[in-house]
T-cell receptor, first 111, second 115 residues
Framework: GEDVEQSLFLSVREGDSSVINCTYT??????LYWYKQEPGAGLQLLTY?????DMKQDQRLTVLLNKKDKHLSLRIADTQTGDSAIYFC???????????FGKGTHLIIQP | DTGVSQDPRHKITKRGQNVTFRCDPI?????LYWYRQTLGQGPEFLTY????????KSRLLSDRFSAERPKGSFSTLEIQRTEQGDSAMYLC?????????????FGSGTQLSVL
């Protein structure tokens, strides 16, 4: 079956870079996603990467994909207090399978 | 605001009661999804609609759960004879499936507490 794994917590200092890691098992995944969830809110799509890409950059966000190892990472440059949230990695092919989410990584920002 | 909206935001009910949630997707989106999220977990897929047709249901969706999308626009999720284990955040998402990347946009969810 499909499985997406993430570490539960990451603590970084304000201004440093945060790197959130994710591994997945479904080699047929077409797209991989990063979502952000703030307390009491729904999920906000941050970025995504197509499975034939290695890297995607979008302002402070950099996504790296190692398809061979089924490893995905999200780097947030110059982490700010507003980045404090739970970050979910998700993989999917759309349609009948929906998206399969990890359990989320709590990003904690230290002043 | 043209995002996905869900109503109510919070629902408290007694065990055995029926509850119904509503989701209004982004207007031009043809797919609508329901997910359930419990504390400390990621969202789990429940079911999805392509226009008004319900095309897939997860095994998590017991017989007490029913979802409809009668005109291919808004959707309702009903839970009959609620149990304490149904307590969770119920998330709705919509997308435009056009053959390329399918991006799901989520609503803020309905938090259900069954006492």
């Amino acid at each position: 079956g499909e499985d997406v794994e993430q570490s539960l917590f990451l603590s970084v200092r304000e201004g440093d870079s945060s790197v959130i890691n994710c591994t997945y098992t479904d080699s047929s995944s077409t797209y991989l996603y990063w979502y952000k969830q703030e307390p009491g809110a729904g999920l906000q799509l941050l970025t995504y990467i197509f499975s034939n890409m290695d890297m995607k950059q979008d302002q402070r966000l950099t996504v790296l994909l190692n398809k061979k190892d089924k490893h995905l990472s999200l780097r947030i440059a110059d982490t700010q207090t507003g980045d404090s949230a739970i970050y979910f990695c998700a993989e999917g092919r759309g349609g009948a399978d929906g998206l399969t989410f990890g359990k989320g990584t709590h990003l904690i920002i230290q002043p | 605001d043209t995002g996905v909206s869900q109503d109510p935001r919070h629902k408290i009910t007694k065990r055995g009661q029926n509850v119904t949630f509503r989701c209004d997707p982004i207007s031009e989106h043809n797919r609508l999804y329901w997910y359930r999220q419990t504390l400390g977990q990621g969202p789990e897929f429940l079911t999805y609609f392509q226009n008004e047709a319900q095309l897939e249901k997860s095994r998590l969706l017991s017989d007490r759960f029913s979802a409809e999308r009668p005109k291919g626009s808004f959707s309702t999720l009903e839970i009959q004879r609620t149990e304490q284990g149904d307590s969770a955040m119920y998330l709705c998402a919509s997308s435009l499936a056009d053959g390329s990347n399918e991006k799901l946009f989520f609503g803020s969810g309905t938090q259900l507490s069954v006492l």
